[in-house]
């Protein structure tokens, strides 16, 4: 008699054979890309128009949040202008995947009802998708500061761990929230209220630095005030950010993508009852 | 999980394609079909239950060969479709162990259609790479899946435009297509136009061969009389018996009060 082919028992301690999840994962990564194209194609964003509009967007914002920044602060210029753009782009990072991550499991229902697949494929796209409509933005900044004429330096290569840790972070708020919403299925209409209370609790209208040491104790709790100031340091500001808030900022982002995977794996198998 | 990912070894009749021992499952399922965070808290302190506990199957033993054709039948309830998607490794079993010697595609009660903003082409794409299959083998697939489907130039219009037999159609021949050694097909038969029915009928018929093995969930007597060589009856979770489709279906329509009625026998 042939070995089975696929063999399915019962759970050990909640989670699925991790290893034969992984592979399984890992041998979908083309629906991983198929999927998130189809999506970035099916919200337009593959034509010049919807590009422009990915861009428009968060740049109008900056515009806005500057205009504010002046007539209440009183101070403008070309770095604070930097700073507020770059921060909102990278912030949009991590807005994107949370609010494109939420449905992402509710909306497979059909999928997950009809398919064996390792689930997590669904929010991981999720994060996929805000990462390409990140990245337009990102060659729009470094257009932008040339213009502002703020400084260059090699400095400026710390952002791309800065931009790896940022994504592990979004992947695992897409993971947590995709898991939530199965549970509760309103969750998405508290969203912009969570999103609008971090986009003013980060460095993102002021500067880290000009933070007062007794909220700086507190921001240790905000795991995007790290990843942000860093962010801040090595690409408007060309110096090298401090390793303590690199360290900072890629414990929590490590510590919330275990938490959510864990969470998710451990309550996957109950999706398919519960959709 | 690769349910999907083509084995190249041919079998044998008699050969096992599914073992299913000893096979127990429970599950939490919410009452509410969608639980909200508003809900819950309006609730508070008046102490409802959220949820309930469905003893789906209860030890059930199964083995089915390469070369048979097995029906399903019970009642509402009985723990068919919950049996289904343990064997096609959707909800992993509470107790017991399942053995699968073999591709699987399913068909299950909803069919395909994962973004209805989407067109049917994407949607058969996107299906087929979660189900495991590579870019490769599924363009291979497509033409005949398209053709089979009859719906003509609507595959390349959003699913959301579809009518609930299109949706129906592009299911079957997304299941029946795609070369299988274990199709398992739940009480999808019924859908679609009478010609559609009839072409499915015999697409199923003509799928039946002797290096393949098939499991029927069908309300349909008339039609698993016709079709099967073998029918188990599950009631309540269990397996109550198996055998020979016209013995065990004329004991579950006597169990049923309902003689050979035309009702049960008409549906296909």
Known sequence: MSTPLQVYEPFRAGLPPLRKYWRSLWSRRTFISEYSRSELREQHFDSIFGQLWLILNPLML??????????IGGSGGAIRYGHLTASLFLFYLVSNSLTGGVKSVTAGQRLILNTAFPRMMLPISATVIA????????????????VLGLPFGWEMLWSIPIILIALIFS???????????????DIASFLPYLTRTFLYLSPILYEASALKPQLRTFEHFNPLFSILESWSLSIVHAETPHLSSMLTALAWALGVLLIGTYFFLSRER?????L | MSSLSASNTSHKTGDLAVSVQDLSLTYTTAIDRRPTLKARAKSLGRGTK?????QALENVNLDVAYGQVLGVIGTNGAGKSSLMRTIAGIIPPSKGRIEVFGSVSTLLALGVGFNPAMSGRANVHLGGLAAGMTRKEIEEH?????????LGDAIDAPMR???????ARLGFSVAATVQ????IVDEALSTGDAHFKEKSFNKIKELRSEDRALILVSHAMATLREICNDVAWLHKGKLVNRGNPNEIIDAYQEFLHLGKSSVIDEDL
Do not use: C, H, W
Not at chain 2, 180 to 183: A, S, V, W
């Open chain 2, 180 to 183: 299988p050694d274990i199709l």
């Open chain 1, 131 to 146: 990462f390409f409509k990140f990245m337009p933005t990102l060659l729009v900044f470094m257009i932008m500061r040339t």
């Open chain 2, 50 to 54: 959220q949820t309930r506990v469905v």
């Open chain 1, 62 to 71: 900056s515009a806005v949040y500057f205009l504010l920044i002046v007539i």
């Open chain 2, 142 to 150: 497509f033409d005949e899946i398209a053709e089979f489907s009859e």
């Open chain 1, 171 to 185: 992947l695992g708020v897409a993971i947590l929230i995709s898991t939530i919403n199965v549970y509760f299925r």
């Open chain 2, 161 to 167: 435009t579809y009518s609930s037999g299109m949706y």
């Open chain 1, 270 to 274: 109950e999706f398919a009852v519960r």
